[in-house]
């Protein structure tokens, strides 16, 4: 006989989609701009996780970034300042550890290509300079 299993402990945390704004401007004509994730209360409940298995997801976050960031900038693409932007954002959270993860694999130059399915390589001599802006960025 198996013994039931406890549902996992939950929190509540801010949205990860208007960021506990509740609402988006840029949609007020669609139910007021409420955001549809959290329906407007900011807050949604998430399964508890423990502080190392939250560093380690954020860690992943921060490295798919950097990794969409790469692709971007060697297809020239003009939204690369925004995800640039986001990494920041997320290293000065994460710290030195991740953001050394970070700086391998943005130096290393290797990226997934999903449109391709398949490794890329960025074009050479842009990696550097790649991980150069993200760091004047940082200092910002």
Sequence with gaps: MSTPTSPAATVLTTCYKCHGAKRFAHFAGIE????????????????????????????????HTAAYLMLLTACGHE?????????????????????????????????????ENR?????????????DSLVALART
């Design 79 to 115: 939204g690369a300042a925004n995800f640039a932007a986001r990494l920041v954002a997320e290293l000065r959270l994460l710290g030195k550890p991740a953001a050394h993860k970070v700086r391998d694999l943005i130096l290393g130059g290797v990226y997934w290509d999903e449109s």
């Design 32 to 63: 007021g701009g409420k955001c549809f994730i959290c329906q407007g209360t900011g807050k949604i409940s998430v399964d508890a996780v423990s502080e190392t298995e939250a560093y380690r997801n954020a860690t992943a976050v921060a490295l």
């Design 119 to 131: 490794k890329a390589t960025m074009p050479r001599g842009t990696a550097g300079p790649l991980w």
